[in-house]
């Protein structure tokens, strides 16, 4: 990351590692959050729900130890069906994956009955792969923008996946597409001052999307080795 940051000549604190921990044993799940790191994400809500709480648990238990980061903060990176949001907003402080009104309606509507305003990510499809979660390049400015009506949650940035190749013209031509989507909303003010993240880069392509301005980084199996 360091590295990817001094050729793009940004700061490394200029971007946020999501340590995924799907499939991770808790051993090791511990063992980073004893490193320092505090973002956390999922892909599923039982999983999510499941090892949140054992997170919880554990930094309950190691209270007394003053290494350990004060909070934990739990993403939601997976696809997200509207009949679990009201699982997910008591634990994610952040749900990467929002790629419909109706999600996004399902989440404020939620978010106003548990009175929480959550902070949500709208996904988009910048690789045009039709097998891909998230809003086609070309819809999103206007779903961002009835997003933006909705009093009870935040939008507070994009996220995107490259596609799954070793081809890296094609994932920073993804990147690229995403990031200039990012800085069209802001500049058209389509979006408020909060837009400040973009959620892009997983193991194998995380260089490349610090490169391309990611602020967010998602990854799992580069940490955990498996």
Request: glycine share 6%; net charge neutral; aromatic share 4%.
């Amino acid at each position: 990351m360091a590295s990817a940051c001094a050729r793009a000549g940004r700061e490394p604190t200029d971007v946020k590692l999501v340590i995924v921990t799907k499939s991770a044993d808790l051993d090791a799940i511990k063992t980073v959050i004893r490193l320092g790191f505090n973002h956390l994400g999922e892909n599923r809500v039982q999983q999510l729900k499941k090892v949140a709480a054992q997170v919880a648990e554990f930094v309950q238990q190691e209270g007394s130890d003053s290494e350990l980061p004060r909070q934990i903060h739990w993403h939601m990176i997976g696809h997200l069906q509207r009949n679990k949001v009201r699982q997910v907003l008591p634990i994610a402080s952040l749900v990467h994956s929002v790629d419909t009104l109706r999600l996004a309606e399902e989440i404020n509507a939620a978010g106003a009955k548990l009175d929480l305003c959550p902070r949500v990510l709208l996904q988009v499809n910048a690789s045009h792969e039709p097998q891909k979660y998230g809003a086609p390049i070309g819809a999103a400015t206007h779903l961002a923008e009835q997003i933006e009506t909705l009093p009870n949650l935040q939008l507070i940035g994009l996220m995107t996946m490259a596609p799954l190749t070793r081809d890296k013209d094609s994932i920073r031509a993804a990147f690229v597409r995403a990031r200039e989507l990012f800085y069209e909303m802001r500049g058209e003010k389509i979006v408020g001052q909060q837009f400040t993240e973009l959620s892009m880069g997983m193991s194998s392509d995380y260089e490349i999307a610090i490169e391309e301005g990611a602020t967010i980084l998602r990854i799992g199996s580069a940490i955990f080795a498996r």
